[in-house]
């Protein structure tokens, strides 16, 4: 499956790109399971993804748990905890 | 009918007594507005700015879900939430929530739980730059803002 990933704040500054295409693994269902490969792409995923269960994933611009699944994800966005308002 | 939220996200600055006026406008059936409004605080002057960043779509998209949460919760006559996004100085404007409804505890309750979820849910980051100069970091989530939203469960 090829999906569009958007990054933000310091998840994006770690990767060090606001967003990518990738084609992704049959064996990544979940949102857990996308964390999980992306830290293995590099020093900068791993520093961004270091603990993962601090960050949110949105499927399509709304936020999902990590261990719902990502098929027919158009978008998927990839942040920390939001400090807005 | 249920009332529908005005949301906005935007760079430059939001009047106040702008957004109540268009809230209320030839409106009879209002009878209490409530206002918050968040500001860029300067932290004892060790902050020169803050940056906004934000989810294009998904923030207008997020906050749409929470305003017709609270709409639909507190029968809100009227709801509009704005927020900013780009640098900030100290004094600025940061998010505006406009409540309205028939009786003061609905819009008061209505204002404070958009806040609450606005906080943890609508996707946008603060980055701090200093007055030194140096960039202090991205501000990290509060336990204090996830409790308050929880209260609400």
Redesign the interface.
């Known amino acids: 499956m090829k999906v569009k990933l958007v990054y933000f704040a310091w998840v994006r500054e770690r990767i060090d790109k606001p967003e990518e295409e990738i084609e992704l693994p049959d064996a990544v269902v979940t949102a857990g399971d996308l964390l999980r490969h992306l830290k293995t792409l590099g020093d900068g995923y791993e520093a961004a993804l270091q603990y993962p269960e601090v960050i949110r994933v949105a499927v399509n611009q709304e936020h999902v748990d990590h261990d719902e699944p990502i098929a027919g994800a158009r978008e998927i966005g990839i942040f920390p905890p939001m400090t807005g308002g | 009918m249920a009332a529908s939220p005005t949301i906005r996200v935007q760079n430059e600055d939001f009047h106040l007594q702008t957004e109540i006026d268009r809230l209320v406008a030839g409106r009879t059936d209002i009878g209490a507005v409530v206002t918050f409004s ?1 500001l860029c605080r300067d932290d004892g002057g060790s902050l020169n700015a803050l940056e ?4 294009p ?2 923030a207008e ?2 906050m749409r879900r929470i305003a017709e949460l609270a709409i639909a919760r507190f029968s809100l006559q009227g709801l509009t939430a704005i ?1 900013r996004f780009g640098k900030i100085a100290p004094g600025e404007n ?2 505006l929530v406009i409540a309205a409804s028939r009786h003061r505890q609905a819009a008061f309750d209505g204002a404070n739980f958009v ?1 609450d979820f ?10 701090e730059h200093l007055a030194d100069g140096s960039t202090g ?5 509060k336990d204090a ?1 996830d409790k308050a939203r929880d209260k609400w469960r």
């Open positions: 968040g906004l960043e934000h989810y779509g998904m998209a997020e927020h940061i998010v806040m606005l906080k943890t849910a609508a996707p946008f980051w603060k980055k970091g991205w501000v990290s989530a803002d």
